[in-house]
């Protein structure tokens, strides 16, 4: 039944196109390889650069679009290191295709150039025509689930409605070229003449449905021959009217109560004229062998109630009942702003055991979000096969469920009973690293990872295995939650888009793949949520609770604009968000005028699931003010608003002031004193510079005092690694990276994770299992550690004024028991890379930068004389060396690769 049979690919750094010369690649429209409905005037074309040799840096650029062949702009030839520009040519037509090329010229006037193109949505809101289409529970007899005792426990309760399938016939020959925009308050799978259209899941994808209802294009020309064609979509609920969060289906159909379709086909005919043929009342709908289908729950197949053929053209719908139109507007369209959710990896099963009791259980070795693939065989009809999904397994072997809570997480397949069959659950999701198959046993299956496919961006590794293990567990935790929203977890009933969750990973997750496009589609769902007041929802999309307004939460508000604009270089971020950042903050301070964040404006949650302590809440909550009134006064400065930016910068210098007045004690000191709000404190500047020693001294010492143990939560773990090595403690967080005893990242590795675990104690031998009601073991906030990998132990970033990595900092921290570290990272300029290996009393360290960029390098050695680059001394191999310390030489470099050595006595 499905067509995506194939094996896909896994999440892997691409390779950079070679060439000597300076050449563009990885082209780019509003962030996106290729996107099909893009609907902005003046979208932003952007590319990398590669280049071989050494200071080679872009000159000029020149940007070429056309369109069915005509000149659509051409940027002329542009002075300059941009690699990105907004299109400013005749005005975009809707449905269309734009080819584009970028041309770059280097300082010795070589030229090169690279192609791409980007398709475009509806630019005029009227030229929508199609309407919303839903099923009429007048027309046909609601879904009665059959009386029978092993029925699964949400068709018992009656609870989840059958899916519904759409169809109609249409004749649109001869055409040139078919586009669809396709969407559903709900899923959709779009159908064309009996092929499954576009390659996305879980679509449309999940946004704040009251303001925003993203809707996807596809050219169809290929699956739309000469003569009638058939378009079919089957619907299912979704997050719109399926169940949501802990809050089952009642609460959450505050959406909607059914899902609504909405198809609008646009053909192009040889003589420039358009046909246009949108959903309404002549389409007709069905059920079919979907029976329901739950993100939450679970789908229940049953292949005997196929109707083959219902996607073409002559399939003989006469028992079918007409659709309802249920709604004409479309005001609340947008075109999708992300990648869509994607199937990116297979798991072929590591181990698959049955037991006496008629249960397979397989083992993908591998945490993930996703579904399976079952292939049965020799199955007579009416077989149902059930697959259960768990995290881990209990003490018995068994699967275990428990943490799941109310999600069912389980799929039924009811055989046709032919020689072979397969199943492939469409709409709904899991977070599982085990299945428990009953019901047949000759059965095999795959596991398929499923998340938004965001483009992979950088890639860590070092010589330790435990440390390789947890970068793979960060990684495949931001896979199992990056699912349209940045969900807290994937697996039991919740999944929500937990703001501090997000922000705290952000900086980890912005280097593991270049995430511009998923979390700029979030902040408008976060700038819509937020209250007349300036509260940010906890959780956004803003579904369920009417929690908002928490510290280090709503703070998320002002801390990923701002990061993004500062990774990506794209000002319009900025711009997007400077009211609502500023809005937060106001709402804070209206809160309390005294500048301690004390007034619980709302919710507070403190340094959520931290190990054995209570940071200040008042301190962790300043801390943030500070921050994001900081941030906000950056944000305005960049955008050319001095006034606002005084405004706000003057107001983070009294909460500075106010902070180490209430919080900071005379011999450095932070209230509470737990290593949190150290953290907090000195990354963010409230530490008055003559304490900052003894603040240091003191975190120091509660760590030695616990022997080298972090108690560090959501809103800690993340700064441990940069704050101690900031302050030339890195042997300190390398000992905590290392550590394997409760609580650490060790622990859960040692324990056989192959995902971050939600709390240290998910697990733990005292206690066995953490608490039922809050154990997810898939949850990346505690894997926020993720960004010291890149940034300290393999040592790359960006100057703390840099925007874009124009100007990159390696600084690579060799210690621990790493034998060598690499790390490489796609900047919006190109590629940056540094891997450092010890061998034999010498340091080895190879960089790479990419064109346009100048990069401060520290050569990490015991002996700076002894720093050579490719062989000669530095002066000789003409490296402008600008500081040197008993402990590096500091060296400014262009584009290029780099082969530093240098002694290492340690
Ligand atoms: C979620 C967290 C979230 C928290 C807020 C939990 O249920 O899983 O990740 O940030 O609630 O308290």
Redesign the pocket.
């Known amino acids: 039944m499905s067509t995506l049979m194939s094996a896909v690919n896994g999440w892997t750094l691409p390779a950079v196109p070679a060439g000597a010369a300076l050449h563009p690649y990885d082209l780019r429209c509003e962030h996106l390889a290729t996107p099909q409905g893009i609907a902005t005037r003046a979208p932003r074309l952007s590319w990398r650069l590669a280049s071989d040799r050494r200071g080679d840096a872009q000159a000029a650029y020149r940007i070429t679009v056309r369109a069915g062949g005509a000149p659509a702009w051409d940027s002329g030839w542009i002075d300059g290191e941009d690699t990105s520009a907004c299109y400013g040519g005749a005005p975009l037509a809707s449905f269309a295709r734009y080819t584009w090329q970028v041309q770059v010229r280097s300082a010795d006037g070589g030229t090169a150039a690279a192609e791409s193109w980007f398709g475009t949505g509806v630019l005029h809101p009227d030229e929508w025509a199609a309407a919303w289409i839903g099923h009429d529970p007048e027309t046909l007899p609601p879904f009665e689930p059959p009386a029978d005792d092993r029925e699964p426990r949400s068709v018992r309760t009656g609870s989840l409605p059958a899916p519904r399938y759409f169809r109609r016939v249409v004749d649109l020959s001869p055409v040139t070229a078919v586009r669809v925009a396709c969407t559903a308050r709900g899923l959709y799978e779009l159908r064309v003449n009996g092929h499954r259209v576009g390659d996305g899941e879980l679509t449309p994808g999940w946004t704040d449905y009251r303001y925003r209802v993203p809707y996807q294009v596809y050219d169809v020309t290929d699956l739309i021959g000469d003569g009638p064609a058939c378009v079919g979509a089957v619907l299912a609920d979704g997050w719109w009217s399926g169940s949501l969060g802990w809050d089952g289906r009642q609460q959450a159909q505050r959406y909607g109560r059914r899902p609504e379709l909405l198809v609008q086909l646009v053909a192009d005919h040889a003589d420039g004229s358009r046909t246009v043929v949108g959903t309404d009342g002549s389409w007709r709908e069905s059920t079919g062998p979907l029976r329901y289908a739950d993100l939450l729950m679970g789908e229940w197949y049953d292949a005997r109630l196929e109707q083959p053929g219902w996607d073409l053209p002559g399939f003989d719908d006469s028992s079918w009942a007409p659709a309802r139109v249920v709604d004409t507007r479309h005001d609340v369209l947008v075109p999708a702003a992300a990648e869509p959710v994607r199937v990116t990896e297979d798991l072929v099963p590591v181990e698959t055991r049955r037991d006496g009791d008629g249960r397979t259980i397989v083992d993908l070795g591998q945490n993930i979000a996703g579904r399976v693939r079952l292939t049965l065989r020799g199955a007579p009809a009416g077989t149902r096969v059930t697959l259960r999904h768990g995290e881990t397994l209990d003490d018995g072997g068994g699967l275990y469920t428990a943490n799941l809570r109310s999600a069912e997480a389980t799929d039924h397949y009811v055989a046709a009973g032919r020689p072979e069959e397969t199943f492939e659950p469409r709409f709904t999701v899991h977070g599982f690293r085990y299945v428990e198959v009953t019901g047949h046993a000759d059965v095999d299956l795959v596991g398929r990872a499923m998340h938004s496919d965001t483009p992979v961006a950088g890639e860590f590794s070092c010589s330790d295995d435990m440390v390789r293990r947890l970068t793979s567990n960060i990684r495949w935790s931001q896979r199992g939650n990056f699912v349209s929203v940045p969900t807290?977890?994937p697996q039991r009933d919740?999944r929500?888009g937990?703001?501090?969750?997000a922000q705290v990973f952000l900086r980890t997750a912005c280097y593991n793949a270049d995430v511009a496009a998923f979390f700029t589609g979030w902040l408008a769902d976060l700038r819509c949520a937020q209250t007349a007041e300036g509260a940010v929802p906890?959780v956004v999309p803003h579904v369920m609770t009417e929690r908002h307004g928490?510290p280090g939460?709503g703070d998320a508000a002002t801390v990923v604009p701002w990061h993004l604009y500062r990774v990506y270089g794209d000002e319009r971020i900025l711009r997007d968000s400077l009211p609502s950042m500023r809005r937060w903050v106001d709402h804070v301070e209206r809160h309390n005028p005294g500048l301690i964040w004390r007034d619980r404006v709302g919710?507070h949650?403190g340094d959520?699931?931290q190990a054995g302590v209570r940071t200040s809440r008042d301190v962790m909550a300043t801390a943030y003010f500070a921050l994001s009134a900081g941030l906000t006064a950056r944000a305005a400065s960049v955008l050319g608003h001095a006034d606002v930016a005084e405004r706000y910068a003057g107001l983070r210098a009294r909460i500075g002031e106010a902070f180490a007045g209430e919080f900071v004690s005379a011999d450095g000191r932070v209230s509470g004193d737990t290593q949190t709000g150290y953290l907090l404190a000195l990354a963010h500047g409230l530490v008055p510079d003559e304490l900052v020693p003894a603040a240091v001294g003191h975190l120091v010492a509660d760590l030695e005092r616990r022997g080298r143990r972090l108690t560090t939560g959501?809103a800690g773990v993340g700064l441990l690694g940069p704050v101690l090595s900031a302050y030339g403690h890195h042997d300190l967080a390398y000992d905590l990276l290392h550590d394997d005893r409760y609580p650490s990242w060790g622990y859960s590795i040692k324990r056989g994770a192959t995902t971050i675990w939600?709390r240290w104690d998910g697990w733990t031998e005292e206690n066995g299992f953490g608490p039922v009601a809050?154990n997810?073991f898939n949850?990346y906030?505690l894997g926020s550690v993720g960004e010291w990998l890149y940034s300290g132990v393999a040592g790359i970033g960006q100057e703390e004024d840099s925007v874009g990595y124009r100007r990159p900092l390696v600084r690579p921290l060799p210690g621990g028991r790493l034998r060598w570290a690499a790390a490489a990272y796609d900047t919006p300029l190109g590629r940056l890379s540094s891997r450092w290996e010890i061998s034999g009393g010498e340091l080895t360290l190879e960089v790479r930068v990419p064109p346009g960029a100048l990069a401060t390098v520290h050569v990490p050695t015991t002996d700076p004389s002894s720093v050579r680059e490719s062989g000669a001394p530095l002066a000789a191999a003409g490296i402008d060396v600008i500081e040197s310390t008993e402990a590096a030489s500091v060296c400014r470099v262009g584009s290029g690769r780099y082969t530093f050595t240098a002694s290492w006595g340690r």
Not at 498 to 501: E, L, N, Q, R, S
């Open positions: 807290d977890c919740e929500l937990w703001t501090a969750d906890d928490a939460w919710s949650y959520w699931l959501f939600e809050m997810s949850h906030a």
